[in-house]
């Protein structure tokens, strides 16, 4: 009998991470055990604050691959709540990964670490950071770190640089067609990610669906790690217009859109 992967998905009640449990959970091929600051014992959902590291030593325990989606956004507090949940918590999640041995981290990274290309820029993975805002700094740093973590302890890191995720499978603006993911089709690469061969130590790469309008040429993953999406958000957005739905007009000179002129609000 072959034994299934075992997974920690973080932030499992968030949007994100509420899809993957679902979408992961029905494919029938893993032992998964979902956490989130907020637990529901009802979808099984237990109790973690990433930044507690004994928790997260617990939860570790026979884990094959952690799916790290727990975030605090960029609007809150950067230094008393962003810095400590998104750096330290991710560096407590690495930590803990190595003391256990797991073999593959996989982080919710996002298009804003590199928002301050303009758009009609071909943006390569493995092009210079260009953080559009401390959200996107932060998720600069967790990249890094995956980084440290595969070269130093030989811990499989990848990087999925989110773009729009609605959470209810509809774009709803213009930029968002650039971006956008459908669930199917991030669960599909998170899949993609979890399964794919033990010889890719690292990789970003930018989660997005097969949108014909796509900032990023995402082509070369199907060969590398089997992806392949199924969703465009132009036929969508096509759908909306013509049974007349608002489309906002949200579009700027910069991929990170309105990330770029956003002030990170004043902590006293």
Not at 29 to 35: E, G, L, N, R
Not at 50 to 63: F, I, K, P, S, W
Not at 120 to 146: A, M, N
């Given at each position: 009998m072959i034994s299934m992967k075992k997974l920690l998905i973080t932030g499992a009640n968030g949007k994100l991470g509420e899809s993957l449990l679902q979408g992961l959970r029905e494919q029938?091929?893993?032992?998964?055990?979902?956490?989130?600051?907020?637990?529901?014992?009802d979808q099984g959902i237990v109790k973690l604050d990433?930044?507690?590291?004994?928790?997260?030593?617990?939860?570790?325990?026979?884990?094959d691959v952690v799916l790290h989606f727990a975030w605090a956004q960029d609007e809150e507090d950067f230094l008393g709540k962003v810095l400590p949940i998104n750096v330290t918590g991710a560096y407590h999640v690495y930590e803990a990964a190595r003391a256990h041995g797991v073999k593959r981290v996989i982080f919710a990274s996002s298009n804003h670490a590199t928002g301050f290309?303009?758009?009609?820029?071909?943006?390569?993975?493995?092009?210079?950071?260009?953080?559009?805002?401390?959200?996107?700094?932060?998720?600069?740093?967790?990249?890094?770190?995956?980084?440290?973590y595969a070269d130093k302890y030989g811990i499989s890191s990848f990087n999925i640089r989110i773009g729009n995720f609605p959470g209810d499978d509809r774009p709803h603006s213009a930029r968002s067609a650039h971006i956008w993911i459908s669930s199917r089709d991030m669960v599909q690469l998170a899949a993609c990610c979890i399964e794919a061969d033990s010889s890719i130590d690292f990789l970003s790469l930018y989660g997005t669906s097969d949108n014909s309008d796509n900032y990023y040429d995402i082509g070369y993953l199907e060969k590398l790690i089997g992806y392949k999406p199924q969703d465009d958000a132009s036929e969508l957005l096509a759908e909306s217009r013509h049974s007349h739905e608002t489309i906002a007009q949200d579009e700027t000179a910069f991929q990170g859109g309105g990330f770029v002129e956003k002030e990170q609000p004043a902590k006293s």
């Open positions: 029938g091929k893993y032992d998964i055990v979902a956490a989130d600051l907020q637990p529901d014992p990433v930044t507690d590291a004994n928790r997260l030593q617990e939860l570790m325990q026979g884990v290309y303009k758009v009609g820029e071909t943006v390569e993975p493995d092009e210079p950071y260009r953080p559009d805002s401390f959200y996107g700094l932060s998720k600069c740093y967790i990249e890094l770190l995956g980084r440290f």
